[in-house]
């Protein structure tokens, strides 16, 4: 097996912390602008961290492509300009046909108006089955049938950015988006492909998944709390699109661009959360991965999305972190941006690579919390991890060039 | 033409088991007996009324035991039947712990109307909002399945619990496209040398109302409903759409050195791969159809051939009149005079179009047909395209021994897939 370093030559990343690193970074260390952007009464009660406006036509310039997609694929593709853009690829033809793409995505969007109509109207009926037909047959727009596909993600990178070496997307929640960078990483180091575009997206303003992700229990309702603080009932939906290329050094030096971070390596698993023990899968990973001590130049981004933060998968991984991380800057990222499921890791990927390439950790985000207890600090390394909600665990270690 | 990526690991990697469901019938052997007589799985649509609708035809699997019908329930009995008839297959036993990740190609899933009906049922009405009547009881038992069944990662997770396999299981999705690239995958794995086996999958069950009308507004579905068989003509003149249909396949692939240190039957070899994304159009490829011809062609190049050495192209063959017309003109560009000599034949003419399964329906087809020595034939070829000059294999099946065949997937936001198959 050829063993090849992952670059990351580039990263677009649109989030609650705004869109450019020097916003992330302001927006990190200020509780003030990452909760105004915390919304309790849209979704009420269910509470969802929005993206700021930004302008959408200065990546995805043809109100057509703009039309084709919902909130979900407009961040994704306005983030994979970015990556693309920083990454000096953009517009560049040749090049842009040996990319290989993978994507993670979740379910594609619906026509929530008509869902609402279909909703509303159906009780009491008994012809129910035909009448959800007729409304159907009368109110599904074809462009939005599109929308609904999520292979169609990767499409409109495709056509808007003219990506086109290879396309695969990648379903399943928090696993998916581990998955894909995984998969990418691996044909990456190996040689199966010289150039890679991954990413993510996900819109919080999806009252069908809202309601589904409640129906399992994960919701947190009515009111913001801490992260780390939360009931089992802890999960608050996050606005994210994430992209990273990433890129051997011989294609980099080749290209002349600057390698900004490296990832070391990224292992991800499925335990089974029922009978398993998850922290010794997310043990056995970062003894695969050669970490070593955990010390306080290795900034630790947690992925953990506010469910089971009682007595599940946010407790676990908070007590494990607790226990091995105990001298490193720990953050739990779901605190300011939400958790963005599919495109979760990704995100925090990606602000890992903001952080290395400033050489610091920033301040806690849930200052009064035990496992975020210590403070801000020179860097060297980082460690991402990401257990999904309910399923799926990943961790990934990135380094300086 | 660009450079192509090339594997540096290029290789054949073995099938050692195969499973497989389409409408006509459950397991390779009935499969395979259908495809080769002829028979078509199309039929009236009896799930849910088709009244006004003006697609009333489809190729439903109507014979697993499954109720109620749902996407995620039809497509996982399917997944379990046909990764049992592969394991059983395949001589490893029950399960892939030697050393094997799933890759499944399954269709995105969300609440279908019969089950947000169940889940409005469910809960406690109440409130104000779009979706509002839904926000109440949570984290029950009750409702908990509401979540579980409805996230796209479940069928996945499921099977490889079930199944022992390793690793992250991965659920993928290349719309029509999508069964292949789970064999792509699988063949990636195991030339990085990460394990010897891999499980891959494909699977969809997602016939339901909504769907129908939404590949109907596509105007992409065939409305010629009676008789129903007749429907779907590939490569005719007087072809007028696809036909939606239902099936799954499961391959297992095997490290070579794998398979033969532990005396396994070897059915076949994934000699070559190669994929190229569209960037014309969400449901057309470019006119030019460069990406239809990069992906055939750099999988005869993945393979180490020359396109010469390919007698038997499984057509993705849609039946509509823009996929058909594309595929004929990528074949010929990289063919050139070969194409003459080429027997190209689409499986959908019998049962339909299997869509996020078809990749691995029609991968497992090919390789019986590269085993058999038999090809299938593209029935209800009455009026030939002239436009199209390809020996189709019309109407029957056709004994015919070929070393190396491609089998090509499309899929709408312009993904695209070649396979190379090979016999022994």
């Known amino acids: 097996m050829i063993d090849r370093d992952v670059c990351v030559t580039g990263y677009g990343l649109l989030s609650p912390l705004g869109e450019q690193p020097d916003a992330w970074w302001a927006a990190l260390k200020d509780r003030e602008i990452w909760r105004s952007r915390v919304d309790k009464d849209r979704y009420a009660p269910f509470i969802i961290h929005t993206i700021p406006d930004y302008d959408l036509s200065s990546q995805i310039p043809r109100p057509g492509d703009q039309r084709a997609m919902g909130p979900m694929m407009q961040y994704g593709v306005y983030a994979a300009g970015l990556a693309l853009e920083m990454a000096g690829l953009k517009g560049d033809a040749a090049l842009l046909q040996q990319v290989h793409m993978i994507v993670a995505s979740g379910g594609g969007e619906r026509d929530v108006d008509l869902d609402r109509a279909i909703v509303e109207g159906v009780t009491g009926r008994n012809d129910q089955d035909k009448w959800i037909t007729a409304q159907m047959a009368d109110g599904l727009r074809p462009t939005l049938f599109l929308a609904q596909l999520p292979n169609l993600f990767a499409g409109n990178i495709s056509i808007v950015h003219k990506v086109s070496g290879s396309s695969r997307t990648f379903m399943g929640e928090e696993a998916a988006g581990a998955d894909a960078l995984r998969i990418a990483c691996r044909r990456l180091a190996s040689g199966q492909g010289d150039i890679f575009l991954v990413g993510a997206a996900f819109a919080p303003e999806r009252p069908e998944l809202q309601i589904s992700y409640n129906a399992g229990g994960y919701m947190l309702r009515d009111e913001f709390a801490d992260l780390w603080s939360r009931p089992d009932a802890g999960m608050c939906f996050g606005g994210a699109g994430a992209f990273l290329v990433l890129e051997s050094r011989e294609s980099a030096a080749t290209r002349r661009v600057p390698v900004r971070v490296v990832i070391r390596g990224i292992e991800s698993d499925r335990t ?22 955990i010390d306080r130049d290795t900034i630790v981004l947690s992925s953990a999305s506010g469910a089971g933060a009682a007595t599940g998968a946010t407790a676990a991984e908070r007590a494990w972190l607790e226990s091995v991380a105990a001298n490193a800057p720990v953050r739990g990222m779901a605190q300011v941006l939400g958790h963005p499921v599919e495109a979760a890791i990704l995100q925090n990927v990606i602000l890992a690579c903001a952080c290395l390439e400033r050489g610091e950790a920033f301040e806690p985000l849930c200052p009064d919390s035990v496992v975020e ?29 | 033409m660009t450079e192509q990526t090339v594997d540096p690991f290029a290789r054949a990697v073995a099938i050692t088991g195969v499973g497989m469901i389409t409408s006509l019938g459950r397991g390779v052997d009935a499969n395979w007996r259908g495809l080769t007589a002829g028979a078509s799985g199309i039929h009236w649509i009896e799930r ?59 269709p995105p899933i969300e ?27 949570s984290g029950t038992e009750k409702t908990r399945v509401w979540h579980s069944d409805f996230m796209n990662g479940t069928l996945a997770d499921k099977l490889a619990q079930k199944y022992r396999c390793t690793g992250s299981p991965i659920t993928l999705t290349t719309a029509c496209a999508s069964g292949a690239s789970a064999i792509q995958l699988g063949v990636e794995s195991i030339r990085r040398g990460e394990r010897p086996t891999a499980l891959c ?36 003149k007087n072809r007028d759409g696809f036909v939606m249909a239902e099936g799954a396949a499961a391959l297992v692939l095997e490290d070579p050195l794998h398979a033969r240190a532990r ?13 190229a994304a569209d960037t014309f159009h969400r449901t057309r490829s470019n006119p030019d159809g460069h990406a239809i011809i990069r992906s055939i062609s750099s999988a005869i190049a993945d393979a180490g051939l020359q396109p010469e050495d390919v007698g038997y192209i499984n057509a993705h063959g849609t039946s509509t009149p823009e996929n058909d017309k594309m595929e004929y003109l990528g074949i010929a560009e990289v063919f050139g005079d070969h194409t003459k000599r080429l027997a190209v034949s689409s499986n959908k003419s019998m049962i339909g179009h299997t869509l996020t399964a078809a990749g691995a329906v029609e991968a497992v087809a090919t390789i019986k047909s590269v085993e058999e020595g038999v090809l299938p034939p593209t029935i209800n070829y009455r009026e030939p395209d002239p436009d199209i000059e390809l020996d189709v294999v019309p109407n029957e099946a056709r004994a015919q021994q070929v070393e190396f065949a491609v089998s090509n997937s499309f899929g709408f936001g312009g993904q695209n897939v070649s396979l190379v198959i090979g016999g022994m």
């Open chain 1, 373 to 401: 207890q210590n403070g801000a600090g020179s860097v060297n390394r980082a460690l991402v991890t990401c257990w999904g909600h309910g399923k799926g665990e990943a961790v990934a270690l990135l380094e300086k060039p």
């Open chain 1, 272 to 293: 089974d959360r029922a009978t398993g023990d998850v922290a010794a899968t997310a043990q056995r990973q970062i003894e695969k991965l050669g970490i070593g001590e």
């Open chain 2, 48 to 106: 849910f009324s088709t009244d006004g609708l003006r697609t009333r035809i489809a190729g439903c699997v109507d014979f697993m035991s499954v109720d109620p019908i749902t996407i995620p329930s039809l497509s996982y009995a399917m997944a379990d039947a046909v990764i049992a008839e592969a394991m059983d297959g395949s001589g490893l036993g029950a399960e892939c712990s030697i050393g094997g990740d799933l890759f499944l190609a399954a």
């Open chain 2, 201 to 236: 999958v494909g699977t969809d069950g997602s016939i339901n109302s909504e769907a129908l009308i939404r590949f109907a507004l596509l105007s992409a579905l065939s409305t010629r409903n009676d008789p129903p068989e007749e429907a779907a003509k590939p490569f005719s």
């Open chain 2, 263 to 275: 005396g396994a039957t070897v059915l076949g070899y994934i000699v070559g791969c190669g994929e």
């Open chain 2, 111 to 137: 609440h279908d109307w019969v089950s947000r009906l169940r889940l409005l049922e469910a809960v406690d009405p109440g409130g104000e909002g779009p979706y509002a009547r839904d926000v109440g009881e």
